[in-house]
């Protein structure tokens, strides 16, 4: 089944861009970047912030995203999916990042929310943004957690 990802979250403040993979069929059906309540990204990066994303209404993690020059957007903009599994995306599309230095001139790193999206690091770092390719923010990937939180308080603490 072919899906369409979102628009990007973009300010002209944003300095950390954070690319996933392809939204969930959750996050579809509510129109939210990462809207499954199983998937970590909202407490992991709330946790690093200091604020309870988490708790907050998507309006308002838009809000903290953009007091924290933080943008959001996805390696494809479409893809082929049974489910939510990244492992199972096919025919994949990928977005136009030429249009970055416009959208966002302050952007500076560039954040992979997991392997699947980090597959495509080396077309940013050709655009001269730094990188990073995070632990998966997926539920899945809770095994790791104490790295994990460790890893995007690297990045994100405030």
Known sequence: MKKQGFPPVLYKNTEILILGSLPSDESIRKQQYYGNPGNDFWR???RALGEDLQGMEYEGRLEALKRNSIGLWDVFKAGSREGSLDSEIGA???????KL?????ELRLVCFNGKKAGKYESLLLKMGYGTIVLPSSSGANRRFSK???SE??????R
């Not at 995007?152 to 603490?157: M, P």
């Open 44 to 46: 992991l990066l709330g």
């Open 92 to 98: 994949e599309e990928l977005n136009d990042f030429s």
């Open 101 to 105: 230095k416009e959208l966002a001139p």
């Open 147 to 149: 790295k994990r939180v």
């Open 152 to 157: 995007w308080e690297a990045v994100f603490k």
